[in-house]
């Protein structure tokens, strides 16, 4: 801490586990019963125990009680509660409830860094004059890098709930606000002031129920690509096309998935054309680079003179192969990209859906010259490191988002039949059968791909244990879907149309639907499928 001034705390938390509005229900339940309940500490990666600011509070609580606060994230509400003791390990080890049987059962059973004793939790019904009265305080020791990201804010009075949400932490520590202390709101909402991730920690909360998809848009400087970079009388622009056909239908989306080939030869004045039309897309959805999913394909990676021509020897093996991509990445989310290429997106779906998307580069196997050329492969450390980043575990029983993994390479056959050819490439992605496993493993719900300009739709069923496929019980179901080309002109495959999709999430499960789009003609539904939640 900067100085020994601490006051208070409020700590963050939203309803992902339970229905609305019940997580505080369940605590309020067993305090009316028990006459308190413990409230663990739900922290993210990069947040540690602060000892020093611990020990401030829980002196405070000990000693008659400590007035701290809980704010709702998903429903930016604010609740005064009475702490008495807070327990946690010097070693910054996880530890279990202090009393299970005064913790909601939903969570009884785990072990978290730090739980808080409340006897009390009431309603805050007008927020900011209790909240202008604290001013924030920097704590460093809570980030484990020991530095913290949020500057602007300290030593200024807390101006509302809106500017605590924009927030990407779990814990606020407060003093009393001061005289000579700064009153201005601090927003960071533009994605070029917050500190930007690969990997979200903070779900994205839409109104949408809807995520729009597009694959091997395939933009090209040389007329592979089939709509017009400018309006013209009788063709539009890819996005004009996508907006023209569905705004009225679909007001606004939460989000946009874009699984490879976004370009057909990696030049960079085709990655400019890929961001007019993300920029032509926030127009519709004011889309934020947070609410952006991405993945490249081979043809984004330049590996030879030509990436869309199978033939070229490779003559680029070294880090500069990705330039492009990489610039595109960093222009998109403000930051380069990390080894694998991959990130990581959060939504609430309809303020209600959690859904947690992964998107793995398939193209990463090690380039050898005159060998191998952007193949589709993903590779273990870079699926181990995606579900370390989006803190995911393989326990099934725990609740958890609905799950999505998207790649450019198809996981399963896709066209209908392929000629033999002699030195072919190849196509599946060649660590098919460990992707299968990581999904299971992590119980992922949903693969999304692109690359064989044909739409695509399967369900896989798998066991847990794959050297004990006898108990029925204990097998996992996921669904594939391919999407055709939304953007490539002439190299399409059976369905013979451009196509893009769009993912809605009901309250029963999943609605995945492909639709035709055309520069002149209007779009047509192609197909739709209903993916129910949990099998």
Same mark, same amino acid.
């Given at each position: 801490m900067t100085d020994n001034s601490l006051t208070t705390i409020i700590l963050r938390f939203r309803d992902l586990v339970t229905d609305r509005g019940q997580t505080v229900e369940h605590h309020r339940q067993i305090i009316n019963s028990s006459g308190h309940v413990w409230w663990g500490w739900w922290r993210k990666r990069d947040e540690t125990i602060p000892d020093e600011a611990f020990r401030t509070l829980a002196s405070k609580a000990s000693a008659g009680g400590l007035e701290a606060y809980l704010m709702d994230s998903g429903q930016d509400r604010l609740y005064k509660v009475i702490c008495t003791d807070i327990v946690w390990d010097a070693k910054t080890v996880e530890i279990e409830s202090p009393g299970k049987s005064e913790t909601p059962d939903y969570y009884n059973k785990r072990k978290y860094l730090a @739980?808080?004793?409340?006897?009390?939790?009431? #309603?805050?019904?007008?927020?900011?004059?209790?909240?202008?009265?604290?001013? $924030?305080?920097?704590?460093?020791?809570f980030f484990e890098s020991m530095k913290s990201a949020y500057k602007p804010f300290y030593g200024k009075r807390v101006f509302s709930v809106k500017e605590l949400r924009q927030q990407d932490r779990t814990i606020w520590f407060l003093r009393n606000f001061q005289k000579g202390?700064?009153?201005?709101?601090?927003?960071?909402? #533009?994605?070029?002031?917050?500190?930007?991730?690969h990997f979200a920690t903070e779900y994205f909360e839409s109104n949408s129920d809807v995520l729009l998809w597009v694959s091997d848009t395939h933009f090209s400087e040389e007329g592979h690509h089939a709509?017009? %970079?400018?309006?013209?009388?009788?063709?539009?622009?890819? %996005?004009?096309?996508?907006k023209d056909n569905f705004e009225k239908k679909i007001p606004t989306v939460a989000g946009l998935i874009i699984s490879g080939d976004i370009t057909w030869r990696a030049l960079p004045a085709e990655f400019e054309? %890929?961001?007019?039309?993300?920029?032509?897309?926030? $127009? @519709?959805?004011?889309?934020?680079?947070?609410?952006? %999913?991405?993945?490249?394909?081979?043809?984004?990676?330049?590996?030879?003179?030509?990436?869309?021509?199978?033939?070229?020897?490779i003559v680029n093996v070294k880090e500069d192969f990705s330039k492009a991509y990489s610039a595109f990445y960093q222009d998109t989310f403000y930051l380069a990209p990390n080894q694998y290429f991959s990130c990581g997106k959060r939504f609430l779906m309809g303020k209600a859906v959690p859904v947690e998307i992964v998107c793995l580069n398939s193209s990463s196997l090690q380039q050898l010259q005159h060998a191998f050329q952007g193949h589709g492969f993903i590779g273990d450390k870079q699926m181990e490191d995606a579900a370390k980043q989006m803190n995911w575990d393989a326990d099934s029983g725990k609740p958890s988002a609905y799950r999505i993994v998207v790649l450019h390479h198809h996981v399963l056959p896709t066209t209908y039949s392929s000629t033999p050819e002699a030195n072919y490439a190849y196509s599946v992605v060649l660590d098919a059968e460990a992707l299968s496993r990581w999904i299971v493993k992590y119980r992922v719900a949903l693969v999304?791909?692109?690359?064989?300009?044909?739409?695509?739709?399967?369900?896989?069923?798998?066991?847990?244990?794959?050297?004990?496929?006898?108990?029925?019980?204990? @097998?996992?179901?996921? $669904?594939?879907?391919?999407?055709?080309?939304?953007?490539?002109?002439?190299?399409?495959?059976?369905?013979?149309?451009?196509?893009?999709?769009?993912?809605?999430?009901?309250?029963?499960?999943?609605?995945?639907?492909?639709?035709?789009?055309?520069?002149?003609?209007?779009?047509?539904?192609? @197909?739709?499928?209903?993916?129910a939640y949990r099998q």
């Open positions: @739980w808080f004793r409340l006897t009390n939790i009431t #309603d805050v019904l007008d927020p900011e004059p209790v909240l202008h009265t604290f001013s $924030y305080l920097q704590v460093d020791e202390d700064t009153i201005q709101e601090v927003s960071l909402l #533009d994605s070029r002031e917050v500190a930007p991730l709509f017009p %970079a400018r309006a013209t009388a009788n063709a539009f622009p890819l %996005a004009d096309r996508i054309s %890929a961001k007019e039309f993300i920029k032509s897309l926030t $127009y @519709w959805s004011l889309l934020k680079s947070d609410q952006i %999913a991405v993945c490249p394909g081979n043809h984004d990676l330049e590996f030879s003179t030509d990436p869309a021509d199978k033939e070229q020897p999304l791909h692109g690359h064989m300009h044909q739409p695509f739709c399967a369900r896989i069923s798998r066991p847990l244990d794959v050297n004990e496929p006898n108990d029925l019980n204990s @097998w996992h179901d996921f $669904y594939v879907v391919g999407m055709g080309s939304s953007g490539v002109k002439g190299e399409l495959g059976e369905i013979k149309k451009n196509t893009v999709g769009f993912l809605k999430f009901e309250k029963e499960g999943v609605e995945v639907s492909v639709h035709s789009i055309d520069p002149t003609n209007p779009s047509e539904m192609l @197909w739709t499928v209903k993916l």
